[in-house]
């Protein structure tokens, strides 16, 4: 049954899974206004349909890591891409914000498995070179759906109201369910019977942190997606409400930022295997410091303007298209007998702290641009902090083991 794990039909699939995240926000963002005017709610409230999201995301992704490494990665992920395709109907039925918020909460728990597990199938089948060099151009291929998202999600706005962008959602994870039950083999060969159990779950955990090297990954990812998050938080509201664009000529600018992102993940998985994973976070980090560091002056001189906004943040993805693939290939990689586990810890934090920063930016919306551009940069300069004091001069691993089996095999030392 099934295709093998590196076919390029599965590794689409693979593809649309890890999809599944960034399209569930990015798709209805032309929306949030719509959805404010709609239920007679303020913009925090609105917001909560997108930081709740990703509080749950966070939060279920420990679980759903550790599941798919006692179970297998095929049972978890039709379980979860099932519960995610109920709640985007559910989504779509929504008669209040608190329905809204909540639907969102649901489908935030089956979308959180594909992202997961998806990271875990890839490090059962590839070692970690290969594996960022296939997260990177994955991330460009990605990136087309999060790009067209806000575009086609403008238009459904303008046209079918809010509403239409969940019937959309709920086609896409339709079609994930089915791709998964027809075409995706089991990876894990090698199930841990124990995984999600509390004590072993808290036991890899602790294992993993110990690692210095582990938790400079992790935390990159957590800034720099934390940065894109407040970007996907406060831009809709500063085009559409400040600068005064239309929800369909919103999703051009978002797309514009997307292009930005894919230019990285093209340059990072053609590059990976000459530069090095290290070097391409170190470069991708210096490109997200510009790009924010950028916009905080142009509104910080009252020059706002949809170009004086974007083109900073096209620096900013094209740094995280090289920061964000790198590093979880390099966090996860490093534990392939727990890579499920490896990738729910950087996924909870990662989204944990995305959530933060997006709730603090829609708290902070004053129709300024500043909010966005403050939480953009201060991400930005923390990336690179956490480079230069955590990973840097940490040792690269290739297997770290288990908390039963630490046979660590170090590579060589960072310089």
């Keep these: 049954m099934g295709l093998k794990p590196t076919h390029i039909v599965v590794t689409i699939l693979i593809t649309m899974l890890t999809a599944l995240g960034p399209l569930s926000t990015d798709l209805y963002l032309p929306a949030l206004p719509n959805i404010q005017n709609s239920f007679d709610t303020d913009v925090p409230t609105v917001q909560l349909t997108l930081s709740v999201y990703m509080v749950a995301f966070a939060v279920c992704q420990l679980f759903v890591g550790a599941m798919s490494d006692q179970f297998g990665r095929r049972k978890v992920l039709l379980g979860s891409t099932f519960i995610y395709f109920l709640a985007s109907i559910l989504c779509y039925f929504a008669g209040s914000i608190e329905e809204l918020i909540a639907g969102r909460l649901l489908q935030a728990i089956g979308a959180c498995g594909g992202i997961v597990i998806a990271r875990a199938v890839i490090r059962d089948v590839y ?237 902070s919306f004053n129709m300024t641009a500043f909010p966005m551009a403050f939480a953009i940069a201060v991400m930005g300069g923390l990336t690179i902090a956490s480079y230069a004091f955590v990973i840097r001069g940490s040792a690269e691993l290739k297997d770290a083991g288990t908390p039963d089996e630490p046979a660590s095999k170090i590579i060589e030392d960072a310089v």
């Design 127 to 363: 070692q970690p070179v290969d594996a960022a060099k296939l997260m990177s151009h994955m991330g460009t291929v990605m990136a087309i759906a999060p790009a067209a998202g806000p575009i086609l999600g403008g238009v459904v706005t303008v046209y079918f109201g809010w509403q239409g962008n969940f019937v959309m959602l709920s086609a896409f994870g339709g079609l994930c369910l089915l791709g998964i039950y027809g075409l995706l083999e089991e990876t894990n060969t090698n199930p841990d019977p124990h995984a999600i159990k509390p004590r072993r779950m808290m036991r890899n955990f602790r294992f993993m942190l110990s690692h210095r090297a582990f938790v400079g990954f992790m935390l990159a990812c957590l800034f720099t997606y934390s940065g894109l998050f407040a970007w996907i938080s406060g831009s809709a509201f500063v085009f559409i409400e400040v600068i005064g664009l239309r929800p369909d000529q919103y999703g051009y600018v978002f797309a514009g930022m997307v292009v930005g992102y894919m230019i990285g993940t093209q340059f990072g998985g053609r590059t990976v295997k000459t530069l090095g994973m290290r070097n391409l976070i170190l470069f991708g980090a210096c490109l997200e410091i510009f790009g924010g560091g950028v916009m905080l002056m142009m509104v910080l001189s009252e020059y706002v303007t949809v170009y004086s906004i974007l083109l900073p943040m096209v620096f900013y993805a094209a740094g995280m298209g090289m920061v964000l693939p790198n590093s979880m290939a390099s966090a996860v990689g490093a534990f392939p007998k727990m890579a499920g586990a490896a990738s729910s810890l950087m996924g909870c934090m990662q989204y944990s702290g995305a959530a933060f920063v997006g709730l603090a930016v829609g708290h």
